[in-house]
């Protein structure tokens, strides 16, 4: 079974704090993927890694950055996280083509204050 | 520029009829089509996919419908079940051929509601 954890579910920061979010999967997964969810807006993509120490920036990577130091670990990071970063915040993996289809962590949702 | 459209934000069914999800894409490179399930508090898990070279696949309850011509595709679940009470995305891929092409572009989500 793949298992894509998250290190938080609930976080509260406040504004201009660095916030880290981090994620880890177990199934050797090669790309690993950061979104946000809004009511409204659907899953958007914000980075993307399809190899350590690899990333590509998605559809809204503006306040963001990401690290890839290890093939199972893919960190977000909020440099000065700001109240419009209230979120949630979904990390996912999957394995390389032709498997396209993508397994999820539980979500944090995080509220900047 | 939203190129994966689920317009209709929410839908109640009845318990025991058909639920219909429909999903509209504007991209012409698309060629992989999935559809996920969300419960509050947990991440979207994977329900089931269509490549565009078929029109119809079917698991179980759930059937997806796809109609190149129209860029629509549809997911239908019959008989719908208090437990199929939900948010469903339908998000889409390019032929994967190189790297970067692993990436979905997800829709809006439909929030499905079972009426028991």
């Known amino acids: 079974d793949v298992k894509v954890t998250q290190s938080s579910r609930y976080l509260v920061k406040r504004t201009g704090e660095k916030v880290f979010l981090e994620c880890v999967q177990d199934?050797?997964?090669?790309?690993m993927f950061w979104y946000r969810q809004d009511p409204g807006l659907g899953l958007r993509l914000i980075y993307f890694s399809y190899d350590v120490k690899m990333k590509e920036k998605g559809d809204i990577p503006e306040g963001y950055s990401v690290s890839r130091e290890k093939k199972e670990r893919f960190s977000l990071i909020l440099e000065s996280a700001s109240t419009n970063q209230t979120s949630m915040y979904l990390c996912?993996?999957?394995?390389?083509?032709?498997?396209?289809?993508?397994?999820f962590g539980p979500g944090t949702r995080l509220t900047v204050t | 520029d939203q190129q994966v459209k689920q317009n209709s934000p929410s839908l109640s069914v009845q318990e025991g009829r058909i639920s219909i999800l429909n999903c509209d894409y504007t991209n012409s490179m698309f060629d992989y089509f999935l559809w996920y399930k969300k419960y509050p508090a947990e991440g979207p898990t994977f329900l089931i996919s269509?490549?565009?070279?078929?029109d119809k696949n079917e698991d179980g309850r759930f059937t997806v419908f796809l109609n190149k011509s129209a860029k629509h595709l549809s997911l239908h679940i019959v008989p719908s079940q208090p437990g199929d009470s939900a948010v469903y995305f339908c998000?889409?891929?390019?032929?994967?051929?190189?790297?970067?092409?692993?990436?979905?572009?997800f829709g809006t989500g439909t929030r499905l509601t079972i009426i028991p």
């Open positions: 199934m050797d997964h090669e790309n």
């Open positions: 996912a993996s999957s394995s390389a083509v032709p498997e396209l289809e993508q397994y």
């Open positions: 269509i490549s565009s070279i078929k």
């Open positions: 998000a889409a891929n390019p032929a994967p051929s190189n790297f970067g092409n692993e990436k979905l572009t």
